[in-house]
């Protein structure tokens, strides 16, 4: 039987990174507000927020060659990296907060110093990651990038992937000391631990499977597996973070602003290992150029990972192809995602993306064999005894309608909301997790205009440099790296590679 239960301020539908962010940025800002959050799963933090169910890259634009793309002649544009770097910038000064607070009391169980670095193999790949270097390193936020060509100094910063290579080998690498990895699960925990000592109801086991509009907010149906219940609740502000469950819930919630959406599923493996022999001579994230038809999200990197305090090392991803929208999903997500007002967008990005599908068929039917293949394109010592497969998490990335074209796959993250501002969703993945506070800032401003003044002092407390751009102001660029580096404990000796 369903029946209205309650009603709250506000229902946050998943308990992931997204929830966590909003949720513990609301408990600061309104403590007396009544909220839920609902995660269909035994426990939060299991999709993609889950530490290996994603990179853990602190997504700075310092080592992911997406961000920094180059013309045909060879001029390298470093608008997105620049922005991407801002947001991080932000993420970085929330994170202090916490800590600052107390609600987090000791950083390295979220986040620690991983030099982030880039890689370009043979004459072309050598003189991009150079030009990259030459024209990122002109602004304020990478001053502190390095360069080499050099393959003693390749092999002093990355013994792994570089002592044991053969003579003649040209290769390009550029480095950023001060990188990061992050365990995105962990930091969710906290967060949502810490809401939940301030009144918010966490609700495991409970999904939320439809939603209406009424007088003054949204009733929001739940299911609750365990004791095979179902309920109401009304709520005043409603987010759907479910992930790759969002999209779903947004065509369920019917607003005009969520017509045309759909998801494209991308499945994913990695390679994990925590032999001492290895992860000991390896200390980076470091990330190589996509291959042709790739998703910007697929290029290979070989990242240092910190996961409850022990070192491992990941490779990959090896990108595929899953119809489900989570891990734990369904293969009828995509199907049953299919509407009118999206199909004409859905065959549209098909017929765009003819070398995406192809790319993807290919690392589909890829063997073990060209598995660690492609990781021997970064360490020439591959022992496939040492690595293990692990599954990532499902992405979905957003296809939308643009313009004359009809429809086109994107790969950011896309904040969809209500005009009234009563509900948003989250769709995408990249960059992600790392963008997850001024996503919500974001969605802070969109949502809650007339609270959003009275909230400022408050936002500033939590992001000193809120509604400023670091790269124009140096001093405080300086100051506020130098603090979130501190509060975070972000310079640190490097442990000996
Ligand atoms: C392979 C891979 C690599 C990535 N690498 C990086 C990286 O290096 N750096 C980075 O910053 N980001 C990365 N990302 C992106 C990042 O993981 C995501 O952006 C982020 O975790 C999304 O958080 P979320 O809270 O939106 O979703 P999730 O963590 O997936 O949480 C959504 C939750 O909602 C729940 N849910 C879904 N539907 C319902 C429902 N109907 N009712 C109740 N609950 C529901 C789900 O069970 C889930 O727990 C990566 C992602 C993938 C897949």
């Not at 801002?86 to 609600?103: A, C, K, M, N, T």
Request: net charge negative; proline share 5%; charged share 20%.
């Amino acid at each position: 039987m369903t029946y209205t239960k309650e009603s709250v301020d506000v229902v946050l539908i998943g308990g992931g990174i997204m929830s966590a962010t909003l949720g513990a940025m609301l408990t600061e800002l309104q403590p007396e507000w009544d909220i839920r959050v609902y995660e269909r799963l035994d426990y939060v933090a299991r999709e993609s927020s889950d530490p290996w169910n994603n990179a853990g890259t602190g997504h700075a634009a310092l080592c992911e060659l997406n961000y920094s793309p180059a013309d045909a002649n060879g001029d390298v544009d470093i608008t997105k990296a620049i922005n991407i770097n801002e947001q991080f910038h932000v993420s970085r000064q929330f994170w202090s907060y916490l800590i600052d607070e107390g609600v987090i009391t000791d950083p390295s169980t979220f986040i620690n110093q991983v030099p982030h670095m880039s890689y370009g193999r043979g004459e072309k790949g050598r003189d991009y990651i150079r030009k990259r270097y030459e024209t990122m390193v002109r602004n304020p936020l990478f001053a502190d990038m390095e360069y080499t060509d050099d393959p003693a100094t390749q092999a002093d910063w990355l013994p792994l992937m570089f002592e044991n290579r053969g003579p003649g080998q040209v290769n390009g690498v550029s480095r950023f000391r001060t990188g990061t990895d992050v365990d995105f699960g962990s930091l969710t925990r906290q967060l949502l631990t810490h809401m939940g000592t301030k009144g918010t109801q966490i609700r495991t086991g409970h999904a939320v499977t439809d939603l209406n509009r009424t007088a003054d907010g949204w009733r929001v149906s739940v299911k609750d597996s365990t004791a095979a219940d179902a309920f109401d609740v009304n709520a005043r502000f409603v987010f759907i973070g479910g992930g790759g469950g969002a999209l779903h819930l947004l065509q369920k919630s019917g607003i005009a602003e969520g017509r045309g959406y759909g998801g494209f599923p991308v499945s994913g493996l990695f390679l994990r290992t925590s032999r001492p022999e290895l992860v000991e001579r390896h200390h980076a994230k470091v990330y190589g150029q996509a291959a042709f038809g790739a998703p910007p999200m697929s290029v290979p990197h070989l990242d240092t990972r910190v996961v409850n305090g022990k070192r491992y090392l990941m490779f990959g991803p090896y990108a595929g192809f899953s119809p489900k929208f989570l891990k734990s999903g369904r293969i009828t997500d995509l199907p049953f995602s299919v509407r009118g007002n999206n199909l004409p967008v859905m065959l549209n990005v098909a017929k765009d993306n003819f070398d995406l599908v192809k790319y993807l068929v290919g690392e589909l039917a890829s063997s073990k064999k060209d598995r660690y293949e492609m990781l021997a394109e970064f360490t020439p010592e591959v022992d496939p005894g040492a690595w293990e497969f692990i599954t990532a998490g499902q992405r979905v990335q957003v296809m939308k309608r643009e313009g004359k074209k009809g429809g086109v796959l994107g790969f950011g993250t896309e904040l969809i909301s209500a005009a009234d501002g009563s509900i948003a969703a989250l769709l995408g993945a990249s960059p992600g997790a790392s963008t997850a506070a001024p996503i919500m800032l974001n969605l802070l401003a969109t949502c809650f205009p007339q609270q959003y003044t009275g909230w400022e002092p408050k936002l500033k407390a939590m992001v000193p440099s809120l509604g400023r751009k670091l790269h124009e102001d140096e001093t405080l660029l300086t100051e506020l790296s130098e603090y979130t580096a501190r509060t975070l404990q972000l310079i640190k000796d490097e442990p000996a590679v």
